[in-house]
């Protein structure tokens, strides 16, 4: 029996193209998942150059690469920066973040991330501790609801659908994933309901991995540890987090805003090196369907 993929990289090669690896140098995955951008890392690594791989996930460990060069780092990359100088490491040549979702946890049932499934409605990433998108659902207030629907699914019903939920959980809590569904597959465009489902999904699995947050800590902290010339490269899959990189490449923060020195000039940490998006060719998105909205930016340390 064959074994389930964990997750196909997206735009594998032109991610390892665009660290421009360095045979000896320092680098970081801080999103491992199945470890295919970490493999090809390490396939391009001389004797003594090193990678770390970062995640919170205990089922990532899985596949942990064996090989002395690597080292798994059991964490959310929000702590990127202490666990580096736990390591003795100040500084490296190129960072990788892959920022979707990885098939395993769509396609495990009691992960709660996928509307396919009936499960517990947990959504987290790291299942150790905090809150899980059941517990959200049935204690946050109807305003709060809607404002996640609304700023990370962009759903242009979200009071709707919020007072819906809190009216319902009212009388039954909401536990499971078809518990969930039964409140607001009737309050979805039937012409477009995988597309709002997966946004209102999408929504609930932002709030519980407080991942725009991670990802601004991330960002700020790898722009601290790089090298100068050093590359990150980082896969985006929705507008949102995409946003939140193209400003921070571009600008040095998250405002979008244009800081400039006396002679007129951007002061940024990074400079951007494909001012147009990467994005997958049909021949991937063949390949690997969920690569679709996929898109790459690289960055250099100044």
Known sequence: MQEPVYHIPALLNECIE?????????????????????????????????????????????????????????????????FMQYHNVNEVDGIIADLGVSFHHFDEADRGFSFRFDGKL?????????????????????????????????????????????????SKKIETTSDFLSIIKGLVNPKQEKKELAQIFQALRIEVNDEMASLK?????????????????????????????????????????????????????????NNKVIVPSDEEIERNPRSRSAKLRIAEKL
């Open 122 to 170: 947990d959504m987290r990433m790291n299942r150790r501790g905090g809150k899980s998108a059941a517990e959200i659902i049935n204690r946050y207030s109807e305003d709060k609801i809607a404002d996640i629907l609304y700023y990370y699914g962009e759903m242009r019903n979200a009071r709707r659908i919020a007072s819906t939920i809190v009216k319902n959980r009212d």
């Open 18 to 82: 665009g660290l421009n690896i360095s045979p000896n140098g320092t680098y970081i995955d801080v999103t491992f998942g199945g470890g295919g951008h970490s493999r090809g890392i390490v396939s391009k690594l001389g004797e003594e150059g090193r990678l770390f791989s970062f995640d919170q996930d205990s089922d990532a460990e899985k596949n942990i690469i064996d090989d002395k060069r690597f080292t798994f780092v059991k964490s959310n990359f929000r702590f990127l920066k202490n």
């Open 217 to 273: 800590s991330m960002l700020t902290q790898s722009a601290g540890i790089l090298k100068p010339g050093g590359r990150i490269v980082i896969l985006t899959y929705h507008s949102l987090e995409d946003r939140i990189v193209k400003d921070f490449f571009k600008f040095g923060n998250f405002e979008g805003k244009a800081e400039k020195d006396f002679f007129g000039r951007v002061i940024a940490p990074l400079k951007q090196v």
